[in-house]
């Protein structure tokens, strides 16, 4: 039996140029059996003339898919009635932007499957982008380093270097990190910044796209309690970069003395913990976010910490690369979303505000919420290929029966966020939100 999926055109941002499936897994998926109708797109990565040349049809009109599959949230106007939805929906921790389109798609009697909750029986995410948010979300915010410090009059090896989006792909930028490499190495960092220490919060997927761009300069990494030392020491290298990774017990303490620090009840009782990572930012020169967050949890870096560290003359710190980018989140004074194209601002801690680019009072923030789109093609194709095996279930899915009854794969299944119009069970919370 023929099974017929629509692939959507992304239109939250005209940065927005991924897709879900690629040509060559769309061809594959006909194969089997699967009709896939790809959307008219202007921007997207993967032009209508790479589907049509294995047989996949474009068209405008996706109204008689009964699936439809893309990257970012449907504008609420465009939810059509009874369909089967799967994008990214940002709805599970209740945010309020999105509640409108929740409530939409809950009306309109559809169902909603959520990628980010896409899990394995110990809640691991299956399919996501992360690495390749921390691969562009590095570049940038090098870059940012690179245009900071040239502003300041401080000639430096990062300079030279540009955003992620106008390299020609992944292997371009890889190649720009090894001239930058070889400056380092041959000609040393400028005093002004050395011993130059980049904080990375984080080790999960995110963090690992982060640290194989950092490790292409020349790196020499470091332990946290060794931070404070180096930077009051005289014995550093000029040319290295000296990285250090930052894990929950470095960043939180337990709020009683009397307690030591155990991870799983940091996770499950987090209130009964306080942060303290404001006691490496005098020491860091760059700090790169790639935690995951939520409102539980004590934040990474607070108002009340820049405004300390700002009111000494010129700090070492001189960029926040906000790669998970949850506004006023771990990083409280990420005030704001910016896009590829303008992806910095300068948080004055003084006054609270902020002043688009890299110029001025404070800390240059990186906080692009659509990092993987600066590598459009690469992110799409190594999406699509994690996603393929679970699509022939998706499409032949009958949504007309009880959700008990429903069989999609249990990974499927713990992501569907609304089932025939109603939050599905273990989604009942997000009611509250709405």
Known sequence: MTALIGIRREDKSEWERRVPITPKHAAELKQQGIEVIVQTSDIRAFEGSEFAEVGISVQEDLSDCPVILGIKEVPKDQIQAGKAYMFFAHVIKGQPYNMPMLQRLLDQGCTLIDYERVVDENNRRLIFFGWHAGVAGMIDTLWALGQRLAWEGIPN?????????????????????????????????????????????????????????????????IEPEEVAHLAASDAYSRHHVYKVVFREQHTVEPASPEMEFQLQEYYDHPERYRGTFAQYLPHLTVLVNAIYWTERYPRLVTREALEELFAIQQPRLRVI????????????????????????????????????????????????????????REASSDFSKVLLPY?????????????????????IKRAVITYQGALAPDYQYIDEYL
């Open 157 to 221: 090896p990062f300079s030279t270097l540009r955003l992620t989006h106008e390299y020609r792909d992944l292997a371009d930028a890889q190649a720009a990190l090894a001239e930058v490499r070889g400056k380092i190495q041959t000609e040393g960092l400028p005093a002004a910044v050395t011993p130059l220490i980049i904080g990375v919060a984080g080790y999960g997927n995110v963090s690992r796209g982060v640290q194989e761009m950092l490790d292409l300069l020349p790196v020499i990494e």
């Open 321 to 376: 690369g906000d790669v998970s980018c949850d506004v006023e989140g771990a990083i409280e004074c990420t005030l704001k979303c910016t896009e590829p194209g303008d992806p910095v601002f300068v948080y004055d801690p003084e006054s609270g505000s902020v002043q688009d680019g890299y110029k001025g009072r404070g800390v240059v923030v990186m906080a692009v919420d659509i990092l993987p789109s600066e590598l459009p």
């Open 391 to 411: 699509i022939p279930a998706i499409a032949r899915c009958d949504y007309s029966v009880p959700f008990e009854d429903c069989e999609l794969p249990p990974e």
